[in-house]
């Protein structure tokens, strides 16, 4: 112990020591103050459902589409009128996607207005324009398109 | 200079107490006079502009983020949450000038601190307006194509 306290070399280890640790305590402070940047600005484009909204249109203007393919091919075989089985298809699919939005929490309602054609009969080539009410509710963002206007001509 | 170093005579130990104390006493008098700029309104302001821009970024992306979606008939609006108080401040979300200067500008009312986002030019097209405070309990951006 006395050597130790006595001896003086190795000034220039101990100095470095010094100027590390200021170094340390430098970049903890600088380290501290990232962690607060960008939180709410990140959280604001993750929690807002975007996509799900957009993909909840898509979907229904897709399987808008599909529906009246659909219905013209079992027409044939059937002696149901075209906006019968359009309607019955729709209530499938609106059943359909409620449910799968209710599994991730959001309550979304997609009901058919009308069926539209300009000419006033449902033959393959007549209906052009679907009207669709679309709500959408996950607690926080309540979208309402009152209604979607699907063109399905062909 | 390999002199200096290895010489250790010239210093007693009462007068390398009295240099210490005083360097001590000129450290903690010139802290101690400063100590709230240095440790309260220093800290206050880094933390007052990262979290009003960060603020300010957020209705920025909302916006950008719902203009996106808008329906062509119909509704939009979405509920958000914000902090009271950016360090120590309360402070007021200010849109009514987006329609000239599109930005968005967040405003503490006490020191007059104030931090702008620009929105991208949505403005142009769809009216943006209204302000809210921080300490207000209601958020909420809504869109109304009807209006």
Sequence with gaps: MESLRKDTKGQWIALSGLVLSLIIIGLAALANQAAMAGYHSSNAALEFPKENIRELNLHTRDNAKIIKDLSFEINKTSNESIPDIYTQLFKNYSSQIEKLHAIHGETVDVSLVSINSTNGTYGINDIDIIFVNITYNDGRTHYESKPEVIEVGA | ?147
């Design chain 2, 1 to 147: 200079m390999r002199q200096l170093f290895k010489n250790e005579e010239g210093v007693s130990t009462i007068v390398e107490y009295m240099l210490f104390t005083l360097i001590c006493i000129g450290f903690f008098s010139i802290i101690s006079i400063n100590a709230e700029d240095i440790f309260i309104n220093d800290p206050n302001d880094v933390v007052m502009k990262d979290e009003m821009t960060d603020i300010g970024n957020m209705m920025s992306t909302m916006i950008t983020d719902m203009y996106l979606i808008v329906p062509p008939n119909g509704n939009i609006d979405t509920e958000y949450r914000t902090p009271v108080r950016a360090g120590r401040e309360e402070y007021t979300i200010d849109a009514d000038i987006a329609y000239e200067d599109q930005i968005i500008e967040v405003i503490s009312q006490s020191s007059g601190k104030k931090v702008r986002v620009t929105i991208g030019g949505i403005a142009t097209t769809m009216p943006i307006n209204g302000t809210v405070s921080s300490s207000s309990t209601n958020h909420m951006i809504s869109y109304d194509s009807r209006r």
